[in-house]
């Protein structure tokens, strides 16, 4: 079975500085998908940026990238130029690319970094 | 734009007691969940759907009954509810089911007390 652990219960950053949000995952599978949510507290999860395993080439969204290492099963978000909306829990997530025909791949969440964004 | 809507927000349930969650959609997804939010923990999930009729069990199903008769419809039932059921209860829906983005509904916060 497949797990995700992020190891940072919490972090803090000043506004304008960068942050990095480590996130780990143990997978046998070769074809899978890498995402990380936001949860601000109007609790509604958001995708933030998501990663193909198949891609080599780390995923960027503005302010928001990932650094990708697929053979340490790394998967960490770095937030630049951070605001004061940046702050909230952040959860990686994992989703399996193989699936049998009409059924769906479970995403397996981490439990999530809470992310304080100070003046 | 609605998105996923789910009903209600908040809700106190008393052991032994039944509720259903309701979800809707209006984005004509097939894929539908329910996942179950525990505090300090990530998103466990409940069942899941892939289309009108087809419904299967994800991680965490006991406790807990699901149908799908309709496209834009996914309620999640409650039956004889427990403490352990105290959680935030998410819907969400998916264009596809493999490593397409998922679209959520703001939750339901339950406790059963």
């Known amino acids: 079975a497949q797990t995700v652990t992020q190891s940072q219960p919490e972090m803090s950053v000043q506004e304008a500085e960068t942050v990095t949000l480590s996130c780990t995952y143990d997978?046998?599978?070769?074809?899978?998908?890498l995402f990380w949510y936001k949860q601000p507290p109007s609790r509604q999860m958001i995708l933030v940026i998501r990663q193909e395993a198949y891609k080599q080439q780390n995923a960027t969204e503005n302010r928001f990238s990932v650094n990708f290492q697929k053979a340490a099963k790394s998967f960490s978000l770095k937030i630049s130029d951070s605001q004061l909306g940046d702050a909230a829990m952040y959860f990686c997530?994992?989703?399996?690319?193989?699936?049998?025909?009409?059924?769906?791949?479970?995403?397996?969440f981490g439990t999530g970094t809470r992310l304080q964004v100070t003046l | 734009n609605a998105g996923v809507t789910q009903t209600p927000k908040f809700r106190i349930l008393k052991i032994g007691q039944s509720m259903t969650l309701q979800c809707t959609q209006d984005?004509?997804?097939?894929?539908m969940y329910w996942y179950r939010q525990d505090p300090g923990m990530g998103l466990k999930l409940i069942y899941y759907s892939v289309g009108a009729g087809i419904t299967d069990k994800g991680e965490v199903p006991n406790g807990y009954n699901v149908s799908r008769s309709t496209t834009e419809d996914f309620p999640l039932r409650l039956e004889l509810a427990a403490p352990s059921q105290t959680s935030v209860y998410f819907c969400?829906?998916?264009?596809?089911?493999?490593?397409?983005?998922?679209?959520f509904g703001s939750g339901t916060q339950l406790s059963v007390l």
């Open positions: 969400a829906t998916s264009y596809g089911g493999f490593g397409e983005k998922l679209f």
């Open positions: 997530a994992y989703r399996s690319g193989l699936r049998p025909a009409g059924t769906a791949s479970k995403l397996t």
């Open positions: 997978t046998s599978e070769s074809d899978y998908y």
């Open positions: 984005m004509n997804h097939n894929y």
